[in-house]
């Protein structure tokens, strides 16, 4: 989608922080956007921030709830007659550890943080496909979806899977001429991440801080601007890029794990069945991707090696 202006973009936690930024960057590319979050408060913040324009609609809703989510769906097509961008960026903190045995927490936390952008694709993209008009879906994993963090298991579990989900539904979609991003911010300042000036009502004591709070906040007072990230996604969608990275001090851990992945690989030869099984699958992939995402009709299929009824390995 090089020309954004005019498009209708639906983003999951809108109201604040990085979907936020979403909401702006994406509002001064001349398009109109629905806000669907679950916080009245943030609503509220975000509805004072953008008052008199008549480009955004806020729906509430909850993404973990498949009802709530078709209602929030229903009222964003009465108000703009179309979706072209789906933003899956609604994420909360916790979830708990591998061994908490506090499943209800576990279980929530991967509800929205998982659940939320399966339901809101499973939803949304279908109505894209049947536009016909092209479009984009962006998903919001974490660099938690890539180095994990100690500890927060259920986090980065969602976040491995959410971009898991956006590779897969980026092959599906390509040759619809439909593009997939995956967002992997790192420290950026917002709601998830803050100084104890973001939040005076909280009156924190920072002197009796542990130093890796200390640090915490250190890093949040450096953190990226979600305005900046949300001018990313807009670049990432216009561009077609399927990798969105805005914070580049995690780029060492990531070459590491790469080096441990490959030097982890058996040194004998595969057999032959394998390796026929993984070239096919393989070149499905990459013809899949060939198709630089734009709409392929079905006679050209065969140009790019495709059947566009056998798309998928099942
Ligand atoms: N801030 C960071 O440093 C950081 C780093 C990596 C990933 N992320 C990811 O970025 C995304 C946005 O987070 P943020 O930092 O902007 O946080 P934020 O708290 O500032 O904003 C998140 C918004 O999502 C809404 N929301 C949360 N759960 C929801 C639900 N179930 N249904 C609807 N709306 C819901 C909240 O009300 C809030 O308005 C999340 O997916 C988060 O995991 C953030």
Not at 150 to 168: D, Q
Not at 175 to 197: K, N, Q
Not at 245 to 256: G, K, M, P, S
Request: net charge negative; proline share 4%.
């Amino acid at each position: 989608m090089q020309d954004l202006a005019g498009k209708v973009a639906f983003i999951t936690g809108g109201a604040n922080g990085i979907g936020f930024g979403m909401v702006r960057a994406f509002l001064s590319e001349g398009m109109k956007v629905v806000v669907a979050d679950w916080n009245p408060a943030n609503i509220d913040k975000a509805k004072a921030a953008l008052a008199g324009n008549n480009a955004v609609a806020f729906v509430r809703a909850n993404v973990a709830d498949r009802g709530d989510l078709k209602s929030a769906v229903d009222e964003a097509l009465a108000a703009f007659g179309a979706i072209h961008v789906l933003c899956n960026n609604a994420g909360v903190n916790g979830g708990g550890t591998a061994d908490d045995p506090d499943f209800d927490a576990w279980d929530k936390a991967m509800a929205v943080n998982l659940g939320g952008v399966v339901n809101a694709s499973k939803l949304i993209v279908p109505i894209i496909k049947a536009q016909g008009e092209g479009g984009h879906v962006v998903c919001t994993s974490s660099m938690a979806g890539v180095v994990p963090l100690p500890g927060l298991a259920a986090y980065s579990t969602a976040k491995y899977a959410v971009r898991g989900f956006a590779e897969s539904l980026r092959m599906q979609l390509a040759p619809l001429g439909i593009g997939v991003s995956c967002l992997f911010p790192g420290a950026t300042r917002t709601g998830m991440l803050y100084a104890p000036e973001d939040k005076p009502e909280e009156a924190i004591d920072e002197a009796a801080a542990s130093d890796f709070q200390k640090a915490l906040w250190a890093a949040a007072r450096d953190a990226i601007d979600p305005l900046d990230t949300g001018r990313a996604v807009a670049e990432a969608i216009k561009a077609n890029r399927f990798y969105i990275f805005t914070n580049r001090e995690f780029l060492d851990e990531v070459i590491a794990r790469d080096r441990e992945m490959e030097a982890a690989f058996p040194e004998q030869d595969p057999p032959s069945g394998r390796v026929k099984f993984e070239t096919l699958r393989a070149e499905l992939a990459r013809n899949l991707l060939a198709t630089g995402n734009r709409a392929v009709a079905a006679d050209d299929a065969g140009d790019f090696g495709l059947d566009l009824n056998t798309t998928a390995v099942e």
